[in-house]
Each structure stands twice: as structure tokens, then as C-alpha cells.
């Protein structure tokens, strides 16, 4: 949601045209949502899993994504929402090397985007890089590993109560894990990693319930018959209850 603009922008592979990334903008009116033309951000067959985040601060729209077209690379890109279209800056690669699952969030505390993925040719390590938005463009930090092995499908929360970043992911025996992190300039440093559930588990998502400050993830439990289950957690320091 770009809250300058009051736009909803929605990022996708359009296997319809080559798998180009494209975006969209959507403007919501009572009950209906109508959308201006497609704008293809990446002209590369194929562009996976692209994420999409929204700099208040610097009134930019954030798309990462992986770059089939070149390497698998992880890359991001910035959008400037302006009526019912959008425009993009030049392609900035965060990740020379492919990067899987690709999730974005922004950091209001410390006014960054932050990207965490799945880094595969790095013995499938979590990775987690701070970006920094200027003008049409951005640019990162270094990177930082936050699980060393089997970290996937990461999904990355912003706990605007704590003024952390909360990263679930598919862990060690596929348990379910979650980490926090605290950003600092252009890096980002961990607490330890808590397991939330001992049994394999996929499809996982999160969001931050800013009313009661809890981050709520939910997930399919594969230990119990792929149900669908969430747990809570509250914020204490680098640590999650």
C-alpha cells in the first residue's frame, strides 16, 4: 500500500509475456478495485517470486525479486506510483549468486528496506541485507547469514512496536524457526533462533498486529495432518516469547 498515493500496487511473473516481472497500481473505491495498465520492471525470462514493500519515508515503491534472466542473482528495484501507473529506476543486484524466496520489508525505525532470502549456493543459508533508497534507486550493505544452513521459504516481518525485523523460515529438520533482528545503519545483527514448531512445516506467513503488538505467524503444519495453524508471539528485545 503506498499511503502517498493511496494506490495498492501488486508485483507478479506474467507468464503470459515471458514471465516478465510486472507491477500494477489498483485503486480501491467503496467495495471495487479498478487498476491502471501493466509495467513490465524486468524484461527476463523468468522473474520468481517478487516481493513487494512501500519506503514511507521516501515515498518509494521496493520490488525484490530473482532475476532468472541473469544467473538466478537477487535484485531489487525502486517505483515511483504517480496517478494510476508506475515508473522504475535501473535494477540494482543485492545478491550475486541465486537467490530463492526473496521477501521485503521496511524498517520505519531505521527508515531501510530490509530483504532476507534463501541463499542457495551458500549451503541453502538464511540471508538477510539492508537497503537504502535514494531517489530512484538503492543500495545495500553487506550481507548477513542468520541461519547458516536449510533456511527457506523466509518470510519477514516489521514489529513497529520493538523496532525489530522478525524473520520465520523452514529450519534445520524443516521445524519451523523464527529469528529477530535489529538494524543499524546499513547491517542488520540477530538474537538466536527459536524453533515455534518441532514437526515439519511449509507455506509459511506473517504479519505484525500493530493493536496488541504481537506478530502473528501462520503456517501448514506438516506433523499434524497439513493442517493450518498460527501462533503468536510478543517482542522482547532480540528474543521472541
Given at each position: 500500500?503506498?499511503?502517498?498515493?493511496?494506490?495498492?500496487?501488486?508485483?507478479?511473473?506474467?507468464?503470459?509475456?515471458?514471465?516478465?516481472?510486472t507491477a500494477i497500481v489498483g485503486t480501491v473505491s467503496g467495495d471495487?478495485?479498478?487498476?491502471?495498465?501493466?509495467?513490465?520492471?524486468?524484461?527476463?525470462?523468468?522473474?520468481?517470486?517478487?516481493?513487494?514493500?512501500?519506503?514511507?519515508?521516501?515515498?518509494?515503491i521496493v520490488i525484490a525479486y530473482r532475476n532468472d534472466g541473469n544467473s538466478n542473482y537477487g535484485t531489487a528495484i525502486v517505483g515511483t506510483v504517480s496517478g494510476t501507473s508506475i515508473s522504475f529506476g535501473s535494477a540494482v543486484v543485492f545478491e550475486s549468486a541465486a537467490s530463492y524466496y526473496p521477501t521485503a520489508v521496511f524498517d520505519s525505525?531505521?527508515?531501510?528496506v530490509v530483504i532476507a532470502y534463501h541463499d542457495s549456493p551458500n549451503s541453502s543459508s538464511g540471508t538477510a541485507?539492508?537497503?537504502?533508497?535514494?531517489?530512484?534507486?538503492?543500495?545495500?550493505g553487506s550481507a548477513v547469514v542468520f541461519e547458516s544452513s536449510n533456511a527457506f521459504l523466509p518470510e519477514v516481518v516489521y514489529d513497529s512496536n520493538a523496532g525489530k525485523v522478525v524473520i520465520a523460515y523452514k529450519g534445520t529438520s524443516n521445524y519451523g524457526h523464527v529469528i529477530v533482528g535489529t538494524v543499524s545503519g546499513t547491517s542488520i545483527s540477530f538474537g538466536s533462533a527459536v524453533v515455534f514448531e518441532s514437526a515439519a512445516t511449509d507455506t509459511i506467513s506473517s504479519t505484525f498486529d500493530?493493536?496488541?503488538?504481537?506478530?502473528?505467524?501462520?503456517?501448514?503444519?506438516?506433523?499434524n495432518s497439513n493442517y493450518g495453524t498460527s501462533i503468536v508471539f510478543r517482542n522482547e528485545s532480540t528474543n521472541l516469547t
Open positions: 500500500f503506498d499511503s502517498t498515493n493511496n494506490k495498492v500496487v501488486i508485483a507478479y511473473e506474467d507468464t503470459g509475456n515471458n514471465g516478465y516481472g471495487n478495485i479498478s487498476f491502471g495498465s501493466p509495467v513490465v520492471f524486468s524484461a527476463a525470462n523468468s522473474t520468481k517470486h517478487p516481493s513487494v514493500v512501500y519506503d514511507s519515508s521516501n515515498e518509494k525505525n531505521s527508515n531501510k541485507i539492508v537497503g537504502t533508497v535514494s531517489g530512484t534507486s538503492i543500495s545495500f500493530s493493536t496488541n503488538n504481537k506478530v502473528v505467524i501462520a503456517y501448514r503444519d506438516e506433523g
